[in-house]
Each structure stands twice: as structure tokens, then as C-alpha cells.
């Protein structure tokens, strides 16, 4: 843990958490994962998220990212409550504030990957002519701006992953949720990842929030917290 790197707490917490549970039911009856998780993440921090296969990483990033209802507790973003958003409210909170990378990549597999980072500026109505210059500055972050027109189901495994941590990027999120993003990659690769969430963490406006079982990605984190037996433990 670099705790020299962690930035002055100056703002208000930009997301906060109390008590947060998830359960799933299925045929057999309920499955409790998150039992009362608490963090609190400031603008400018960088969070890994370790933990057991199945523990409810996943799951917790979900929620933060309003794609999963929780089952109970509070969630506060920037001292608003978001999880008794309106749906039409949430799907703009999304939109607009939170930057996803997701376990799987899940891009748009016949679209190029041009057209796969320009989804989320159309859902936030990002003007047409700024398009462009935002789509080519996020891949050229990831080293992929030769890749613009490519389809996504020509990409190789890295090459998906830096164009879904691309996507994350494009719409200057607050809060950027990455479920494994540097899974796929070799530890050069891994790391220019972690460079590119660093300089944006750096400016201040976001935070990253990581889950991840590579030891490297959570040294590089301000803090790091282990999920267990549905609870966030910080370590
Ligand atoms: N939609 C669902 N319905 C029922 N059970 C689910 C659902 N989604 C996840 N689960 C279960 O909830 C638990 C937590 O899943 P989750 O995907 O959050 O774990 P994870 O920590 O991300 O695991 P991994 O490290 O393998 O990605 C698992 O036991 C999983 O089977
Ligand atoms: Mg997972």
C-alpha cells in the first residue's frame, strides 16, 4: 500500500456505503453474498478489491454501478441518495458518472471498436463533432488507436481489455469500476493499464474502485480491502 501517494481527503466522500446487503434467490432458496458492507471512497482514491472466487466482487461492483439493485442499505454518491433513484434517474447516473469494465470485456463483438466507444457518448449525448476527438484520445490511452476500425471479434484477449477499460474512459466517469482489468494481460500491458487510471484518479474528480486478484494492481491502490464471508474487510 503506497500511502504516501494518497491525495489530501479535501472533498466530501463521493460514494458511501453503510450496511450494504445482496442476496440472489434462486429454485432452491437465497443466496446471501454482501452482508452489510461499509467503505467509503473519496475523489482522487484508488480501492482494490480482493477476495475469494465467489465472494461477491462482482456483485458489489454491480451495485455501485446501479446494474443490480441491492437487497438492503444505503448508498451515497456525492451525498446523494442513488439507489431510490427514479430508473430514468439511474440509467443517467450510469451514463454519466460511473465508467464500467467488466469481467468479460462484453463489447459489441460486430461493431468496430470505434463504434463500440462511441455507445456510451451517444446514451450521454455527447455531441456528434466532439465524438471523435474523444474516442481517439481514450484509445490512444491504451495504445489502440490503430485498432479504430477493427471489428471487436478480430481483437485478441489484451486487445479487448484495453478497448473495454477505453469504453470506461470515454465519458469522463466519477467512478471507474474495473472487475479484473488487467486479467488478461501481461504485467507491461497490466501495468500501462494501472498508468492510465492513475493519471485520471490523479486529477482529483474520480475515483477507481478495482476488483482484483493481482497482487501487483492492489500495491498500486491507496487501499486495499478483502470481501469474505459477505463482508468488506480493509487490510
Ligand atoms: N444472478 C445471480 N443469481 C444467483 N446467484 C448469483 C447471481 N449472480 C451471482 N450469483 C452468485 O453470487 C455469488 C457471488 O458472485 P460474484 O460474481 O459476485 O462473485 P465474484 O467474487 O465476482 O467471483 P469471481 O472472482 O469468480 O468473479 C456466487 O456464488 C454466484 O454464484
Ligand atoms: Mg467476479
Redesign the pocket.
Known amino acids: 500500500m503506497n500511502n504516501l501517494s494518497r491525495p489530501p481527503l479535501v472533498n466530501g466522500p463521493l460514494i458511501q456505503v453503510i450496511r450494504l446487503s ?1 442476496h ?3 429454485g432452491h432458496g437465497v ?1 446471501p ?1 454482501l452482508r452489510g458492507v461499509n467503505l467509503e471512497v473519496h475523489p482522487g482514491e484508488m480501492i482494490a478489491v480482493t ?12 451495485i455501485l454501478g446501479l446494474l ?1 439493485p441491492a437487497s438492503s442499505g444505503n448508498y451515497q454518491f456525492l451525498g446523494r441518495d442513488v439507489l431510490h433513484l427514479s430508473r430514468a434517474d439511474q440509467a443517467e447516473f450510469r451514463r454519466r458518472r460511473v465508467g464500467f469494465v467488466f ?1 468479460n470485456c462484453d463489447l459489441f463483438e460486430n461493431s468496430t471498436v470505434y463504434e463500440n466507444l462511441e455507445f456510451p457518448l451517444v446514451y450521454a449525448m455527447v455531441e456528434r463533432h466532439e465524438r471523435p476527438a474523444r474516442i481517439a484520445s481514450a484509445l490512444e490511452m491504451v495504445g489502440l488507436a490503430h485498432r479504430m476500425g477493427h471489428p471487436a471479434n478480430r481483437l485478441s484477449g489484451g486487445e479487448r481489455q484495453r478497448v473495454a477499460v477505453a469504453r470506461a474512459l470515454v465519458n469522463q466517469p466519477r467512478v471507474i469500476l474495473a ?2 482489468p488487467t486479467g488478461q494481460l501481461d504485467r507491461q500491458n497490466g501495468h500501462k493499464i494501472m498508468d492510465h487510471f492513475e493519471e485520471i484518479v490523479a486529477l482529483g474528480e474520480t475515483a477507481l474502485i478495482v ?1 482484483t ?1 493481482d497482487s501487483q494492481v492492489a500495491e498500486r491502490c491507496h487501499r486495499v480491502f478483502s ?1 469474505e464471508d459477505g463482508i468488506l474487510y480493509e487490510k
Open positions: 445482496k440472489y434467490s434462486n443466496i453474498v477476495g475469494p472466487s465467489g465472494s461477491g466482487k462482482s456483485s458489489l461492483l454491480f443490480q469481467q472487475d479484473e476488483v486478484h470481501l
